[in-house]
């Protein structure tokens, strides 16, 4: 913000509220471009809700200047929100400064969170368990690494979209349980290229119509609720199966008998079969 440009704000706003404008809706390198402006505003605290800071470094800048701009951002800030962080820098050497400044902003119902380590070439790994924030709803990271219960769903809305992405972002997922969570029709389950994929449990959800299992390294196979058709013709090492299959109303077309004998093929090799007696007396 230029000089003329201040003192013509100046004239139409009370400096209180132009102070609470720089200081609150201005993207955090706007913000501190105005700092420079007068005194006054080099002493206000810092309320900004969107803290930026991609563009903080440059060629004049070092990484040591760029780490003591953020961290006095985060000394003065003592605004009741911070909607966004977005960094990208080198963490070498300052990952407890990166961890405050995260947490702080989860203190403060982060939305959305950027994080980019790539400058450093190595990763970074962060002790959090982002799953658990409520108030987070977009998640970028790279060169980083943590852990996430990713492996059970409960009582979740399940979509297609969220299915195929636990498995396009998650290669090391090893089992993956979903329990009483809503989602109509086909489940599909793409694992082709997971090499530790051994689990699958499926307890009461009772509107999926098929399972499409594409998982060659499945060993166990858990399932509780109404009768389904599930494909296993791409599943190759099936050791394990649990089925608890519920009575079911007398729905038009549904054939419980016929789906039973449909699923056999892909029990006869298995070394465990623990079945209910619904599961004897439609065959």
């Not at 007068?38 to 060629?59: E, H, M, T």
């Not at 998640?139 to 299915?163: A, G, H, Q, R």
Request: a positive charge; one cysteine or more.
């Amino acid at each position: 913000m230029s000089e003329s440009l201040h003192k013509r704000m100046k004239f139409s706003l009370p400096d209180d509220v132009l102070e609470l404008i720089m200081s609150t809706f201005l993207p955090i390198q706007n913000a501190l471009r105005c700092r420079q402006v007068s005194s006054r505003f080099r002493k206000a605290k810092i309320r900004s809700r969107y803290l930026d800071f991609s563009g903080i470094n440059s060629v004049k800048r070092s990484q040591l200047k760029v780490v003591d701009i953020i961290d006095e951002v985060f000394k003065n800030h003592i605004g009741l929100e911070i909607n966004q962080l977005v960094l990208i820098l080198n963490h070498i050497g300052i990952e407890d400064k990166i961890l405050m400044w995260i947490k702080k902003c989860i203190d403060k119902n982060l939305k959305e969170l950027v994080l980019d380590f790539s400058k450093s070439k190595k990763v970074l790994e962060i002790p959090i368990n982002f799953w658990a924030i409520e108030t987070l709803t977009v998640l970028k990271l790279k060169w980083c690494k943590f852990e996430i219960p990713i492996n059970s769903l409960l009582k979740t809305k399940v979509t297609k979209e969220m299915i195929d992405a636990i498995f396009s972002n998650c290669i090391h997922l090893e089992m993956l349980e979903l329990i009483k969570c809503s989602m109509y029709g086909i489940l599909n389950i793409n694992a082709q290229n997971h090499k530790k994929f051994k689990s699958l449990v499926v307890y009461s959800m009772p509107d999926l119509l098929t399972i499409d299992l594409d998982a060659p390294t499945l060993e166990c196979y858990q399932y509780d609720g109404y009768v389904r058709i599930v494909d296993f013709s791409r599943v190759n090492a099936l050791k394990e199966a649990k089925l608890h299959y519920n009575r079911s109303y007398d729905w038009h077309n549904y054939n419980p008998s016929a789906m039973v004998i449909a699923n056999m093929g892909a029990y006869v090799g298995v070394h465990v079969l623990a079945t209910t007696n619904i599961f004897l007396e439609e065959d």
